[in-house]
């Protein structure tokens, strides 16, 4: 599947990025577990560009809702056990079940433990700002036609500009695993069943 994309560029230097760096599967591993890794657009000190940044934020709604999905979930089991009889099926969906309901407390750890702690998912850095005026505009940020984004160049001064892109990206990501604490981990690759 190719993606749209758009490509940045600064108003007052030769600043160029391109929208698709929050693309791929990104996640946390922790004690055999992992979880989806919330990101965002944020601007870095360190690597002085546009880069994707942990979002850590208030799990309450998501908690409400994962929590209504599994206990459909967990209905749906007891519902098919009347008998007593675990097909394989069932099990499957069991330990499924099992595997989000850990997938769910590491992220409210996580979360709970290090709001406003993010780190830059590029090098690691806790040198970094959420890039705001990217983030509201991101759920149409590839659709929309050329735009002023209203976020300053950091250093520059200048407003970064979105300019759709005609060429479709097909790109395979490799997917990026984290500590508990935000760190790059590049030896574990995650199960997806428990996103």
């Known amino acids: 599947m190719s993606v749209p994309h758009s490509d940045i560029y ?9 929208t698709n760096i929050l693309n791929g599967g990104y996640w946390y591993y922790h004690e055999g577990v992992f ?10 000190q360190n ?17 409400d809702d994962a929590l209504d ?12 056990k009347v008998r007593f009889n675990f097909t394989e099926a069932s099990r499957s969906e069991t330990e499924s079940t099992l595997g989000t309901i ?19 998912l590029r090098c690691g850095s806790h040198n970094v700002t ?8 991101r759920k149409r940020i590839d659709e929309v036609g050329q735009t002023a984004t209203g976020y300053r160049h950091p ?5 970064f500009v979105l300019v759709p892109s005609a060429m479709r990206l097909r790109i395979s990501y490799r997917p ?17 069943r428990y996103d």
């Open 69 to 80: 999905e599994i206990a459909e979930k967990v209905s749906r089991l007891v519902a098919g």
């Open 10 to 18: 600064c108003t007052q230097c030769d600043y160029h990025g391109r």
């Open 155 to 159: 250093g520059c001064g200048g407003e």
């Open 102 to 120: 850990h997938a769910i407390k590491l992220k409210y750890q996580i979360h709970s433990k290090r709001k406003g702690q993010e780190r830059c």
């Open 176 to 192: 990026k695993c984290y500590t508990f604490d935000g760190e790059f981990i590049d030896d574990v690759l995650p199960n997806p």
């Open 35 to 44: 979880c989806h890794l919330d990101k965002q657009y944020g601007w870095c």
């Open 130 to 137: 959420p890039a705001e005026e990217f983030n509201t505009l």
């Open 47 to 63: 690597c002085n560009g546009l880069v994707p940044m942990e979002l850590l934020h208030d799990l309450n709604d998501q908690l």
